[in-house]
């Protein structure tokens, strides 16, 4: 009986968040246009927070220089490195590319603290002297991050909206063909790009990444406190958040992309992972605000987003749950001379399990043309089971919560 009930309500949870899924995916067909209204010349500066980043950095950083744009500069945050993270960032063109070193015991506390830290050394070095806070735009690369050379041009024009506070870009991973996981990855985040990213434009719950993320100055400005960013693992999907609830707007850019590498271990991808999903977790403390201060349509939204964590707890019994129904109706047909196993047995889980790839299929088709819709339609079933790491990532990014531990899980670069 408990079992059926696991199996019936996990099912129900899988449904109803289908047809949620599937409003999105419906609404992230819409097409928004814009036209240019207000030009202004803005600068942008590009925050790299690094730790021991020497294999990945030198690229990154030539990739920014290289950029096409008038007014720009990169802000290089070496938080405690003990190999050439600095010394490769010093070798680079002294007028795009300052650096900023932090040592312990104040270095290595996380993402978001070596980010204040690096703002807090823009306004007291003078470095911002002359550009109004309306038309400074940071913008947070990670070392890994190679940006798409029209990546400027292609933000530019959500800033001219001064209700914009911050606008994420895609993201892609560049080692896409080395692997069956490396192109998991870059699915993934294709799809949460184009559909769920691309639907929240028209809810105005749009979420910011750890990469590619650009903010308006001022908006950053009206957070408060010691700096923007939490000392969250999630710390990007803490700003998101913040930014809306005091009456920014989130954009999405479609057109332009950040791409970063891939984690070709499955062990370090869960690691990955788990950090993320404790992250989510922390980010409950956000409910309160999101229901005081975010408008109805956007704070359903977001409260549907932070509850993921749950969600994908409570899916991971599924599979369990099916198996062992599965072998109690097995063992009953069996007793009573009936055909082992119903046709519904096999269609309804696929129903459950597989609708999606097909949309996520069509998505990624349109990216990657080259694979074609039939291949990618396969590798979107095959999706399908690459999303069961983060069962394991969940519990362990549970575990961890449960325990007390908060250190950063930083990824290893290859």
């Not at 899924?21 to 803005?42: G, M, Y």
């Not at 693992?233 to 009456?247: M, N, S």
Request: aromatic share 10%.
């Amino acid at each position: 009986m408990i079992i059926e009930l696991l199996l019936w309500a996990s099912v129900s949870l899988i449904v109803l968040a289908g047809c949620y899924n599937t409003s999105l995916f419906l609404l992230s067909r819409r097409r928004i246009r814009r036209v240019r209204t207000d030009r202004r010349e803005r600068f942008y500066v590009f925050l790299l927070a690094c730790l021991n980043e020497e294999r990945v950095l030198s690229e990154s950083l030539a990739r920014i220089i290289s950029l096409p744009a008038g007014n720009f500069m990169a802000l290089v945050i070496d938080d405690g490195s003990d190999d050439r993270t600095s010394e490769i960032a010093l070798a680079a063109d002294p007028d795009r590319v300052r650096v900023h070193r932090r040592t312990l015991p104040n270095a290595r506390r996380g993402k978001g603290a070596a980010l204040n830290d690096g703002v807090r050394h823009l306004r007291e070095s003078g470095l911002l002297v002359g550009h109004d806070p309306e038309d400074i735009v940071l913008c947070v690369v990670d070392a890994d991050g190679r940006l798409d050379p029209h990546v400027v041009q292609s933000v530019d024009p959500y800033f001219d909206d001064p209700r914009t506070g911050a606008v994420q870009v895609c993201v892609r991973m560049y080692n896409r063909g080395q692997g069956l996981l490396a192109r998991m990855q870059d699915m993934e985040f294709v799809v949460y790009g184009d559909v769920f990213q691309s639907a929240r434009r028209f809810i105005g719950s749009v979420g910011m990444g750890g990469n590619g993320q650009f903010m308006r100055l001022s908006a950053l400005n009206t957070l408060g406190g010691d700096g923007p960013w939490s000392d969250s693992l999630t710390e990007d999907l803490d700003l998101g958040v913040r930014l809306i609830a005091k009456g920014w707007t989130n954009q999405h850019c479609t057109t332009a992309s950040v791409s970063q590498q891939a984690v070709l271990s499955l062990r370090r991808l869960i690691r990955q992972r788990s950090r993320w999903f404790q992250g989510h977790l922390q980010s409950a403390g956000l409910v309160p605000l999101i229901l005081r201060d975010v408008p109805t349509r956007p704070a359903l939204d977001l409260l549907y987003h932070l509850s993921s964590p749950v969600l994908i707890l409570l899916t991971s019994l599924l599979p369990l749950s099916f198996l062992v129904a599965l072998g109690a109706t097995t063992v009953a047909s069996i007793q009573e001379g009936q055909p082992l196993v119903s046709p519904m047995w096999l269609l309804g889980p696929y129903l459950l399990s597989f609708t999606a790839a097909y949309a996520y299929g069509f998505v990624y088709a349109r990216r990657e043309r080259d694979l074609g819709l039939v291949r990618s339609v396969l590798l979107a079933h095959v999706f399908v089971f690459y999303g069961y790491i983060w069962f394991a990532a969940g519990w362990w990014g549970f575990w961890r919560m449960l325990t007390g531990k908060r250190t950063w899980l930083k990824t290893a670069r290859t």
